[in-house]
């Protein structure tokens, strides 16, 4: 009996030491991770939003269920320019005994067809690929346009250029106007947004849309129907290459019209009021150097606008100077 005693202490003392080893090897198992500053740093910071920008690869793909709806008609197809010095080429290389009289030809006719080509280009709005599908395209009607690979969505002229862009789409893609204008890099000087306004609740999308088109020095135009953006278009083009003083006002040059318009921007004077004072003091410097008595005594110069009229007589003779 005392050996079986021996044994089992023996044994529950093994069991012990067995179960300390385990505790030990337990605490040296867990170890505590201090973070450093910069990773407490990096998880502290607020991380931005993911971008909801995906553009479409073309405007087609965007809005394929126009084509489904009663409104939707296919473009019309862009204009073929027919040449003919190709043929009188390959004809001249087919008969060698008439080659002094059709190489002549050829030569005379490769030289015009290239100048009439350029010229048709130059006086055509060049579309872009992405706008294809685009219902705007069959309200420009006073203009040619053809398709080319340009940066923009219409190219109006040399230094001008125009972004098409949907209230509806810019909703769906916040994101697409700025990418669009940072593709231009600066290389128009007439930069148009064509905004068509196809949303009822304006205000907000709107907003955005001019504030983007003003910081990235661009113009805005908005348009509330696709014809209304087709003449903006027609317009633009129209006008490429005319002064802007065609739509400046004709003023005669002689001196009682000068003076008419010079006193007529003054508030409360109108034309009557400038031949009472041109009959009583004959000229603009006249007026000025007079008192407000003598321009209180000429009948209809009331108190307020004798008031008015020294200086607003002294700034018109600056400009005039």
Known sequence: MEVDDEERQKQSAGEGEVEEERENER?????????SYQEVFETSQAKPPPSLFR?????AEAFSFIKNSEFY???????TSSSQSVPSQVNSASRPSEASCSSS?????VPSSAPSLSVHNRNAILVSHRQKGNPLLKHIRNVRWMFADVVCD???GQNSCALYLSLRYHLLHPDYLYYRIRELNKNFKLRVVLCHVDIEDVVKPLLEVTRTALLHDCTLLCGWSLEECGRYLETIKVYENKPADIIQGQMDTDYMSRLTHALTTVRHINKTDVVTLGSAFGSLSRIMDASMEELARCPGIGERKVLLLPESCYIEKVRWM
């Not at 605490?27 to 973070?35: A, G």
């Not at 553009?55 to 405007?59: A, N």
């Not at 030809?105 to 006719?109: L, R």
């Open 27 to 35: 605490k040296k198992s867990v170890v505590i991770k201090i973070p």
């Open 73 to 79: 008609s296919t473009p019309p197809p862009p204009p």
């Open 55 to 59: 553009p479409s690869s073309s405007f």
């Open 154 to 156: 219409y190219l109006l």
């Open 105 to 109: 030809s050829a030569s005379a006719s």
